[in-house]
C-alpha cells in the first residue's frame, strides 16, 4: 500500500465517521459527500496502477495504459452521487420547514410528542 491509497482511506474513514458520529444532517450530508469522493478518488488510483498513459495510438509507443473502463464508471458514480446529494439537500430544506433544527435528536423527540 502506498501513501496515496492510505490517504484516500484515511478520507473514507473520515466520511463514514462523520455520518456515524455528526447528529446534524447537513453535516451528515456532507461526510457522505467525502466518503463518496474518497471512494471515486480510491477507483481513479486503483484504475492507475497500471500505468497513467491514455490507450490512443500515436507514434510514440508506450506499453502501460490505465484502464479507460473504470474512468467510465466514476463519470457514472460523480453523477448519481451530485444527483443523490441534491436529493438528500432537498429532503433535508423540507425537514427544516417542519423543525427549527436539524438535530437529529430534537427531530426524534419532535416526532414522538
Avoid at 447537513?26 to 497500471?50: C, E, H
Avoid at 495504459?65 to 474512468?71: E, T
Avoid at 446529494?85 to 430544506?93: E, N, S
Amino acid at each position: 500500500m502506498n501513501v496515496l491509497e492510505a490517504f484516500v482511506l484515511a478520507t473514507i474513514l473520515c466520511g463514514f465517521l462523520g455520518i456515524v458520529l455528526k447528529k446534524n444532517l447537513i453535516m451528515k450530508i456532507i461526510s457522505m459527500d467525502v466518503m463518496s469522493t474518497g471512494v471515486i478518488a480510491y477507483f481513479v488510483v486503483i484504475a492507475a496502477r497500471q500505468g497513467v498513459f491514455t490507450p490512443i495510438l500515436g507514434d510514440t509507443i508506450r506499453t502501460s495504459y490505465a484502464d479507460p473502463v473504470p474512468q467510465a464508471v466514476i463519470l457514472t458514480a460523480i453523477v448519481i452521487g451530485f444527483s443523490i446529494q441534491a436529493l438528500m439537500l432537498v429532503g433535508v430544506i423540507k425537514l427544516a420547514r417542519n423543525n427549527p433544527t436539524l438535530e437529529i435528536n430534537d427531530i426524534e423527540k419532535s416526532d414522538l410528542s
